[in-house]
């Protein structure tokens, strides 16, 4: 069982900065592959960005060259670091930790990005 949870979010402004974390308990952490999604209001879920446990990334299109996630496996913690934010990046941000071998997946309870003026 892993247990996620999610901070960092808030109210930002066009352009500016945010950066989450997302602190798992409960197992081996360096297991699992990492992710990020993000839900819009009266939009579905949607990845944004992923980190292997060998620390590979990969980036939905729409963030690329604007977001970059990270993991530090000795802290148990995965980040996304948030640059250049436009008002479509506001959501619900959620981390998702999954482990194929073992077909399991877990879900934090998310944490809310507003970008506005």
């Known amino acids: 069982q892993v247990q996620l949870v999610e901070s960092g979010g808030g109210l930002v402004q066009p352009g500016g900065s945010l950066r989450l974390s997302c602190t798992a308990s409960?197992?081996?952490?360096?297991?699992?592959?990492m992710g990020w999604y993000r839900q819009a209001p009266g939009k579905q879920r949607e990845l944004v960005a992923a980190?292997?446990?060998?620390?590979?990334?990969d980036y939905a299109d729409s963030v690329k060259g604007r977001f970059t996630i990270s993991r530090d496996n000795a802290e148990n913690t995965v980040y996304l670091q948030m640059d250049n934010l436009k008002p479509e990046d506001t959501g619900v941000y959620y981390c998702?930790?999954?482990?194929?071998?073992?077909?399991?997946?877990?879900w934090g309870k998310g944490t809310l990005v507003t970008v506005s003026s």
């Open positions: 409960g197992s081996i952490f360096s297991s699992y592959l």
């Open positions: 980190i292997t446990r060998r620390a590979v990334p």
């Open positions: 998702n930790a999954a482990l194929a071998a073992l077909g399991v997946d877990y």
